[in-house]
Each structure stands twice: as structure tokens, then as C-alpha cells.
């Protein structure tokens, strides 16, 4: 509860306390909006209170959610560097990039089907100059 509800509290009871002991029929009205103010003051501070209470238990659950995909992503990345490390791996990358082989080993090339090439001919080599022109311009 902040300091500002505590005293607005205070303020409202010792009136209400004045006020019912100087004339309690005459000031019972007042008495009562007293006592309805430092209730919705009580209200307020509590409702306040819960709603950052309530934001305060969200952020710790995103961060756990935060905690639980960092752990996951450092698992994966370990098995990773682990894979990286390993014997087969360095083999492998030797065998593609390096094109490195082991003593006794013969490689094998396969290399693809050359395709053969379809040579469209230009209609227009066979023409002469002035029947391209004449193509050029009445040609619809």
C-alpha cells in the first residue's frame, strides 16, 4: 500500500472518528461517504497491488520459457560441436572438400550425361536485306 492510501486511510478515519464524536445524527451522512471513501481507497490499493502482482508472475513465466529454449538450443548445439568433433565427420568433409581418399582406395568419377544442344535456325539468315525490311515493317 503506498504512502499517499495510507494517509488519505488516516485522514479518513480520524474525520469520521471527529465527526461521530461531535454530532453523530447530524454528521452520520458524512460519517458514511467517510467510511465508503477509505473503502474504495483500501480497494484500490489492494486491486492495484494484485494487478502487479499478476504482471510481475507473467514476466517471471516468459522468462522460464525463455530458460527452457536457451537450455534446448545449448543441448542442441553441443551435439553439434560434438558431431563436428567426431572421426566419421572430419572423414567425410576431407572426402568431399579435400577429395582425399585412404591408401588402397580407388575413387570413382561419375560425371553427368552431357545434353545435347537443340540449334534452332533463325528463319531470317536465309532473306535478303530488303525482304527483312519489308518483314520488319509490314509484318503484322
Given amino acids: 500500500m503506498s504512502i499517499i492510501t495510507k494517509f488519505v486511510l488516516l485522514v479518513n ?3 469520521a ?3 461521530y464524536n461531535i454530532n453523530m445524527k447530524k454528521n452520520r451522512l ?3 461517504l467517510l467510511i465508503i471513501g477509505g473503502v ?3 480497494l484500490y490499493a489492494v486491486g492495484n497491488t494484485v494487478y502487479e502482482n499478476y504482471q510481475i508472475q ?4 516468459g522468462l522460464k520459457n525463455d530458460i527452457t529454449n536457451m537450455a534446448q538450443a545449448n543441448k542442441d548445439l553441443s551435439a553439434e560441436i560434438l558431431y563436428y568433433q567426431s572421426p566419421s565427420y572430419q572423414e567425410r568433409i576431407a572426402r568431399e572438400k579435400l577429395n582425399l581418399q585412404k591408401p588402397g582406395e580407388k575413387v570413382i ?3 553427368p550425361e552431357a545434353k545435347a544442344k537443340v540449334v ?3 528463319p531470317y539468315v536465309k532473306l535478303t536485306n530488303p525482304q527483312k525490311w519489308w518483314l520488319f ?3 503484322v
Fill in 13 to 15: 478515519v480520524n474525520l
Fill in 137 to 139: 515493317f509490314f509484318k
Fill in 109 to 111: 568419377v561419375i560425371l
Fill in 30 to 32: 458524512l460519517l458514511s
Fill in 40 to 42: 474504495l481507497c483500501i
Fill in 17 to 19: 472518528l471527529v465527526c
Fill in 58 to 61: 507473467q514476466g517471471i513465466l
Fill in 120 to 122: 534452332k535456325e533463325d
